[in-house]
């Protein structure tokens, strides 16, 4: 297991996701749909986003894909050289066992990070960060009538770097890794042929990253009190779903609440509760598929721009120059076709437009540009 999430974590080098640090969606369909999945049903896929769904499936599926992910984040004009990053996704669900059905997931979930080791520009502190995160997720689904219901314990693997210069002095204490548990339930009912509810829920993960924060903190005391804790905890998210189907086409739409705001680590940074909604349209018929969608996310990270405070100018620090993750809007699509009787093609396509702010650090004012440009391609063998 271990080697599994290591050899997938490597290629991964700088992740960067989309609603705070999670990536909207996982997989070709979910992405090309806006990060949909409570309630729609895509397959292997489903183990991704709502183990209940896995019901649906009449026949054995693997999904392998990979995604390219570029993001732009230029900081006081001066642009990251962390933009180029492959995040792998293997999935597989087993058709039907009279009312089980089984699955599990392996794929790069969420992360964030930048790199101005060779920038010039002294006001961000040659900063060089890097979260990544990984999930292994076994999938058990139970279907009666019009009830379905799942549960995913959840493996996750973690990695944390942190590196800056404050005034000269290199500060960092290299990368540090932890494994953390958690759990995802999913439950979806068919109201009508056509129309299915989805809910799912995921519990909070616990994560320490040694010498980390805590490192990265302590030139700043005693302006601040106490170094920071290696803590940093994914956030318990639970979100609801629709699905309504006609004919050859498929309407679709979610709503996340992920729980920054109360997370050991992100609520010390300020960052606040997150309501994400999604929306995405499919038509699909004779093994062919095309899908457009729309994500939107407020950025979670509290901005003390303006603030006379010094304490707060070094909490825009951290957010803004070493994890900014601001990226707010995205317009999605894609498409995939049957290249073979038992074998599926499919491209998913994420826009992330541009979210320009302003704030204030340690060095002073500076300006954050955000956007990022994705595409996830995989391949499906039914059998």
């Known amino acids: ?33 806006g990060g949909v999945g409570i309630a729609t049903y895509f397959g292997a896929e489903n183990t991704l986003s709502n183990p209940a769904l896995l019901s649906y499936g009449k026949n054995s599926q693997l999904d392998v894909g990979v995604m390219y992910f570029a993001p732009t984040i230029k900081t006081g004009g ?41 920038s010039g520009n002294p006001s961000l502190m040659e900063a060089r960060t890097n979260l990544i995160l990984m999930k292994v ?12 219901f799942g549960f995913a314990p959840i493996i996750q693997y973690g990695s944390l770097n942190i590196s800056y210069s404050n005034t000269g002095t ?109 929306i995405g349209a499919k038509y699909e018929k004779e093994g062919t598929w095309f899908a457009v969608g729309y994500n939107h996310a407020k950025n979670p990270i509290t901005n003390n721009y303006g603030a006379n405070s010094n304490i707060k100018a070094i909490m825009n620090t951290f957010n803004y120059i070493f994890f900014p993750a601001t990226q707010e809007d995205h317009y999605t699509f894609g498409a995939g076709t049957r290249i073979a009787k038992d074998f599926e093609l499919g491209l998913g396509i994420v826009y992330g437009v541009k979210n320009t702010l302003n704030t204030q650090g340690v060095t002073g004012a500076f300006k954050v540009d955000h956007s990022e440009t994705s595409a996830t391609l995989s391949l499906k063998y039914i059998f």
């Not at 792998?88 to 930048?114: E, L, R």
């Open 137 to 148: 997720t076994p999938n058990i689904a139970y279907q009666k009538d019009n009830f379905s």
């Open 170 to 278: 290199p500060v960092g204490n290299g990368k540090s890794d932890d494994y953390g548990f958690g759990y995802k339930l999913g439950a979806a009912y068919d109201v009508s042929p056509q129309l299915r509810i989805g809910l799912t829920y995921q519990s909070a993960i616990a994560m320490h990253y040694k010498d980390t924060l805590s490192v990265a903190s302590a030139p700043f005391v005693p302006t601040i009190p106490n170094a920071i804790s290696d803590d940093l905890e994914q956030p318990q998210e639970y979100g609801i779903g629709f699905s309504y189907d006609k004919e050859y086409f498929n309407i679709s739409a979610d709503y996340k609440k992920i729980k920054w705001g109360s997370s050991d680590g992100y609520k010390d940074f300020g960052w606040v509760d997150q309501n994400v909604y999604a």
């Open 78 to 118: 001066t642009t990251s050289d962390a933009d180029k990053n492959f995040i792998p996704h293997v999935t597989f669900s087993q058709g039907k066992d009279g009312d089980f059905s089984y699955g599990i997931g392996v794929y790069g979930s969420a992360g964030m990070g930048v790199d101005f080791r060779n």
């Open 1 to 33: 297991m271990k080697k599994i999430v290591l050899t997938l974590g490597m290629s991964a080098l700088a992740l960067y996701a989309t609603n705070g640090d999670n990536l909207i969606g996982n997989g070709s369909k979910s992405r090309a749909m």
